[in-house]
Nanobody, 122 residues
Framework: QVQLAEAGGGLVQPGGSLRLSCTASGASLDVYAIGWFRQAPGKERGEIVCISASEGDSYYSNSVKDRFTLSRDNAKNTVYLQMNRLQPEDTALYSC???????????????WGQGTQVTVSS
């Protein structure tokens, strides 16, 4: 079972950027689909941010398309989420998850990190 740990969250002003990381242990990430999900205050976890298949194809939700970019560093067993032009509505707990290729809904993913908080505020 792969274990995941997120890092990189914090407080940023509107229009700013952050880079989140999701580092795996116990297994190699390059055989998994990786999803980033977020949970806004008062809402259930499960809003899809983006999903990367093991071969590299990525899907982005309309709310983050053209602002967020997912990348993989297989040598470091880490996936990154570069977030640009952040807005207050991006404030949430961001979690990464690993699952089989084809995974899309949160229930499809079998391993989850604990999350990292992103707060966008002036």
């Amino acid at each position: 079972q792969v274990q995941l740990a997120e890092a990189g969250g914090g407080l940023v002003q509107p229009g700013g950027s952050l880079r989140l990381s999701c580092t795996a242990s116990g297994a190699s990430l390059d055989v998994y689909a990786i999803g980033w999900f977020r949970q806004a205050p008062g809402k259930e976890r499960g809003e899809i941010v983006c999903i990367s298949a093991s071969e590299g194809d990525s899907y982005y939700s309309n709310s983050v398309k053209d602002r967020f970019t997912l990348s993989r560093d297989n040598a470091k067993n880490t996936v990154y989420l570069q977030m640009n032009r952040l807005q207050p509505e991006d404030t949430a707990l961001y979690s990464c998850a690993a699952g089989p290729d084809g995974a899309y809904y949160p229930a499809d993913f079998t391993s989850w990190g604990q999350g990292t908080q992103v707060t966008v505020s002036s």
